[in-house]
C-alpha cells in the first residue's frame, strides 16, 4: 500500500484514497478492499477515457477526459479528476457531476504531472503531461 493509491468496496462501491500509508488491510463490508490499478492504454472502444493535456484560450493547462470530451450524462459521467506531482507531494481533486464539462484547471504547475479520472462506468483511467 503506497501514498494515494486506490482500493474499491466490491460489495458497496466506496472508494478510498491512502493519505498516510500505515500496516493492515482495507476492509469495507466485511470484506477486503481491491487496488485499483488505472488504464492508460487507450482501448479501441474507450477513446474518451484517457486524461489529455491542453492549454485553454488563456493558455492555462488543463487536463481533460478524451481528445473528444467524454459524456457527462446521467448514466455515464466522470466522477472526478485527480492531478498528482511526480514526487506525491501535491495532490488536487475536481469532482464532476452530470452536465459539468469534464475538465480540470491546472492553477500550478509542478512539472511532470500524473493526472487520473474516474468513470462511473468505465473505471480508473491516467495520462501524464510531457
Given at each position: 500500500?503506497?501514498?494515494?493509491?486506490?482500493?474499491?468496496?466490491?460489495?458497496?462501491?466506496?472508494?478510498?484514497?491512502?493519505?498516510?500509508?500505515?500496516?493492515?488491510?482495507?476492509?469495507?463490508?466485511?470484506?477486503?478492499?481491491?487496488?485499483?490499478?488505472?488504464?492508460?492504454?487507450?482501448?479501441?472502444?474507450?477513446?474518451?477515457?484517457?486524461?489529455?493535456?491542453?492549454?485553454?484560450?488563456?493558455?492555462?493547462?488543463?487536463?481533460?477526459?478524451?481528445?473528444?470530451?467524454?459524456?457527462?450524462?446521467?448514466?455515464?459521467?466522470?466522477?472526478?479528476?485527480?492531478?498528482?506531482?511526480?514526487?506525491?507531494?501535491?495532490?488536487?481533486?475536481?469532482?464532476?457531476?452530470?452536465g459539468d464539462k469534464?475538465?480540470?484547471?491546472?492553477?500550478?504547475?509542478?512539472?511532470?504531472?500524473?493526472?487520473?479520472?474516474?468513470?462511473?462506468?468505465?473505471?480508473?483511467?491516467?495520462?501524464?503531461?510531457?
Amino acid at each position: 500500500m503506497e501514498k494515494l493509491d486506490l482500493y474499491r468496496c466490491e460489495i458497496c462501491g466506496n472508494l478510498v484514497e491512502v493519505i498516510i500509508p500505515g500496516g493492515g488491510e482495507l476492509v469495507c463490508c466485511g470484506e477486503p478492499m481491491h487496488h485499483i490499478e488505472g488504464k492508460n492504454k487507450e482501448e479501441m472502444s474507450m477513446e474518451k477515457h484517457l486524461p489529455v493535456f491542453v492549454k485553454n484560450d488563456d493558455n492555462k493547462s488543463i487536463v481533460r477526459v478524451g481528445k473528444e470530451l467524454h459524456p457527462m450524462d446521467e448514466g455515464h459521467y466522470i466522477m472526478f479528476i485527480e492531478t498528482i506531482s511526480e514526487d506525491k507531494k501535491d495532490a488536487h481533486l475536481h469532482y464532476l457531476s452530470p452536465g459539468d464539462k469534464p475538465e480540470m484547471i491546472l492553477e500550478e504547475k509542478f512539472g511532470k504531472v500524473l493526472a487520473r479520472e474516474f468513470c462511473n462506468l468505465h473505471g480508473l483511467w491516467e495520462g501524464e503531461s510531457d
